[in-house]
């Protein structure tokens, strides 16, 4: 018998996120103060929303419901067509609350203790259980595939400007090119990478001419802005 998709989900949730932690774990001081693929953050201040994301998972799967599932790993994201500035007030909370670590290293631990109780919360939890966040009820499976996704296009931005840093898993690469083609509603070129099609789909970096001319129609669809 073939296992429900919603296991391999729960499995790709856990080696996105163990991939992101330890990418976060060897950052240096200095690659904590550079810019991300985020506007108007640092990388500390997106390692700073990971400790919210992961607070979130926390909470998430703690809050079980009793009807039905009302979204999916697709129908739970709205999406725009306008890449987000970084002058929400919500994103200028955040960079105040990286800024009131102080010091790298407490920032860093907080991410691994907080991050590290979201994965083994994530293992613990039967993917069909059904469970509530904002104000919708997803299956645990859904809602952890929703974060396969997250968890790889941050780890996109958190390298976004550090060449020798770790790449996210190809698996979590070619699973978030798939989500996003069914949230968009259309797919991508194939001559285009998992990399390069997150990247261009979702606004973090411009195409070229010759990309521009290979999306044709699809170029004015673009950027895919996920909340």
Known sequence: MTAPHYVADVDLFSRSWAALRA????LSDEDLAQPSGCAGWLVRDLVCHLIID????LITLATPAETEPTRDAVTYWEVAH?????????DALTVRLAAAYEEAWLLKFHLDDVGSAAGRAAQ??????????RD????????LSVYVLEWTLHHLDLIAHLTDAAQPPAEGLARTR?????IAGFSFPSSFSDTDA???GTGRRAPSAAETAELGELAGRLPITLG
């Open 178 to 182: 798939e989500s996003l083609a069914k």
């Open 136 to 143: 919708e009820v997803l299956t645990v499976g859904e809602y």
């Open 124 to 133: 613990l939890a039967h993917p069909a259980q059904r469970v509530s966040t």
């Open 23 to 26: 990418a976060v774990a060897d």
């Open 54 to 57: 992961a607070q979130d998972v």
């Open 82 to 90: 306008t890449p987000p500035t970084g002058d929400d007030p919500l």
């Open 198 to 200: 997150l990247l261009l």
